[in-house]
């Protein structure tokens, strides 16, 4: 599988990553077999990147993917952990994970972006992964914690990277300005990029492709499939967006992304990979996967050719930003 390497740090990831959220249980469950074997599915397919969180399954994700991870020689592949949700005991306890995640509520998620708590949180995911780093960590989701969290956090993170303690640091949003503000303002790497850079919308153009483009920094693109909207030839009915019912005008734009693509016998799937990757400073799409067929579905769809005709086309149609680079 291509690689690519993270700007400023020698770092080189594969194209597509494994994200590990489903691991945790986000929405139903995952037996620990499937769990592994979906690892084993990605590694044998050359899937040398991993991305996890303490708040995926709170710690679940991490030590389902640490034991995976065990049997393969830990210089090969790059993996990545977030700090900001520190999991402490859950004194009010109701059996069950009240954020998306099918799991027992032992402990719980609290914010914390100081110092301590962002090294109390990587001690705790090492201890969860089984391992004795991390090579990128993230910030996760500052914004949503008070709007100067990322800016207070970014010294500490940079910190453990001068120290050698971890290889790159960077932020997790879902939030296109708060990436930009972080990568222009700090020293931070990179930026994880929830559904803001993908073939439905691109306005991510203005404001963190532009700072990672000039200041020579990266960014993962997650969420390429914008809730589902994407993830299948032609939209549902009842397809959702933001993790909300789409609104007719966004089903129609897919729709219409989808008539072009059939032209050039391209799936919307395929194209949604492929559109990210065209960017010079996107060097990875990390898609969730849950189990060992849809690791092997991700890897066809990303292994799919898609023409740079289709997205001329696409830009003609004016369903594509003239200005969004195609290769």
Known sequence: MDERTLARTGLRVTELGFGAASLGNLFRE???????????AAWALGIRYFDTAPHYGLGLSERRIGRALRKYPRDEYVISTKVGRLLVPNEHKTGRDNDGFIVP??????WDFSRDGVRRSLDASLDRLGLDRVDILYAHD?????PDAGIRVAPFLVELREQGVVNAVGVGTNSGREAARLLSRTDLDLAMLAGRYTLLEQDSLDDALRVASSMDKSVVAVGVFNS???ATDVPASDARYEYQPAEARLIARVEAIADVCSRFG???PQAAIAFPLCHPSVVNVTLGMRNAAQVHRNAELYNATVPR?????????GLLRGDAPVG
């Open 309 to 317: 005709e289709l997205w001329i086309e696409l830009r003609a149609a």
């Open 30 to 40: 995952t037996t620990d077999a499937e769990a592994e074997a979906a690892v084993d």
């Open 228 to 230: 589902g909207l994407l």
């Open 266 to 268: 391209v799936t919307v």
């Open 105 to 110: 509520d032992d402990v719980v998620r609290q």
């Open 142 to 146: 500052p914004d949503q914690a008070d």
